[in-house]
């Protein structure tokens, strides 16, 4: 059972360009979410999807960035105009469906690095 | 703000058990405790989570305080690729509480 795949694993980007991060989540897995990672930091909330839903983007910085999880195809964190700040490691992570109140472990990607120059 | 606190580093010697504690003195009856860990430069890995009773699996062991205050991880036999930044988090049994909130971690080293 293949694990979060995300891709690319390093982005490279000049100032002002746009940055698109995919997340595939695990097999059978319907929730996700994205945490970045600032350098030397801990990792930080951005926002939980479920499939055509965003269900909570309070972590998301409200300009410049978005996300999405289309009914196919993986998850895209999108990053317009990049700035160097923006330079982190980006973590997507997945778990199956909840239902009632069982809590639902989050299994993580190997994550995306991005450089912006 | 995360509501964990753990030792900043620890170390231990290769083939030894490595026991990270972690103090949650304000965690509530239905919140569940969960171990990842952060090999350098990679994603988060899930490691063990339990609410009341003691938890062991494949990787790990969680030692949970009756009065549910405070948890030990036991890594049973340390190896060098144990080496890692382990994080404690409280996360509630409600379908809403889905976020994980990272706190510093422990940062393990384990010397050979």
């Known amino acids: 059972n293949a694990g979060v795949m995300q891709n690319p694993r390093h982005l490279v980007r000049r100032r002002g360009q746009e940055a698109r991060l995919r997340c595939s989540p695990m097999?059978?897995?319907?929730?996700v979410y994205w945490y970045r990672q600032l350098p030397e930091e801990g990792l930080k909330f951005m926002v939980y999807?479920?499939?055509?839903?965003?269900?909570?983007e309070s972590g998301m910085p409200k300009e410049r960035f978005s996300a999405e999880f289309p009914k196919e195809g993986p998850s895209i964190l999108r990053i317009q105009q990049v700035v160097r700040g923006d330079s982190a490691a980006y973590f997507c992570?997945?778990?199956?469906?909840?239902?009632?109140?069982?809590?639902?472990?989050?299994?993580f990607g190997p994550g995306t690095r991005l450089t912006v120059l | 703000d995360a509501k964990t606190t753990q030792p900043t580093s620890m170390d231990c010697a290769e083939g030894r058990a490595a026991n990270l504690p972690c103090n949650h003195s304000t965690i509530s009856g239905n919140e569940y405790v969960y171990w990842y860990r952060q090999i350098h430069s990679q994603g988060p890995q899930y490691i063990i989570h339990?609410?009341?009773n003691n938890e062991t699996n494949e990787m790990a062991s969680l030692i949970i305080t009756e009065d549910r205050k405070s948890s030990t991880l036991i890594l049973p036999h340390a190896t060098l690729r144990d080496t890692a930044v382990y994080y404690c988090?409280?996360?509630?049994?409600?379908?809403?509480?889905?976020?994980?909130?990272f706190g510093s971690g422990t940062r393990l080293l384990v010397r050979p």
């Open positions: 097999k059978g897995h319907s929730h």
């Open positions: 992570a997945s778990s199956p469906l909840m239902t009632g109140a069982n809590t639902d472990t989050q299994y």
């Open positions: 988090i409280v996360r509630p049994l409600m379908d809403s509480s889905y976020k994980l909130i």
């Open positions: 339990g609410l009341k």
């Open positions: 999807l479920q499939k055509e839903n965003i269900i909570d």
